[in-house]
């Protein structure tokens, strides 16, 4: 069974950093493009960057260009998502969501069950 777990969300104040990771099992980051996308109370699912490996490309979304970075983690199937700068408006479940067809057009095809990010003013 293919499965996405999200990991290192919490609380932080705002202008402080967090790294959340993503692991996937039962199938193999290479051959997807792994995006992440955040959802705040109220508000429709936001799509943030997207690496596809395959094609050597990163998109990001402006809402985070300059403070979100999307990298390969140490460990095989693993993605990490850097935040810097946090602001309180950043406060939502983050997820990371795989994509078979390694485009980054948004229409995953895995999803996991995403991890709090809360920003503190």
């Known amino acids: 069974e293919e499965q996405l777990v999200e990991s290192g969300g919490g609380l932080v104040q705002a202008g402080g950093s967090l790294r959340l990771s993503c692991a996937a099992s039962?199938?193999?980051?290479?051959?997807?493009?792994i995006g992440w996308f955040r959802q705040a109370p109220g508000k429709e699912r936001e799509g943030l960057l997207c690496f596809s490996k395959s094609y050597g490309t990163t998109y990001t979304a402006d809402s985070v260009e300059g403070r979100f970075t999307i990298s390969e983690g140490n460990a095989k199937n693993t993605m990490y998502l850097q935040m810097n700068n946090l602001r309180p408006e950043d406060t939502a479940v983050y997820y990371c969501?795989?994509?078979?067809?390694?485009?980054?057009?948004?229409?995953?095809?895995?999803w996991g069950k995403g991890t709090q990010v809360t920003v503190s003013s």
């Open positions: 039962g199938f193999t980051f290479d051959n997807y493009a």
């Open positions: 969501a795989a994509e078979e067809a390694r485009l980054c057009t948004g229409n995953m095809d895995v």
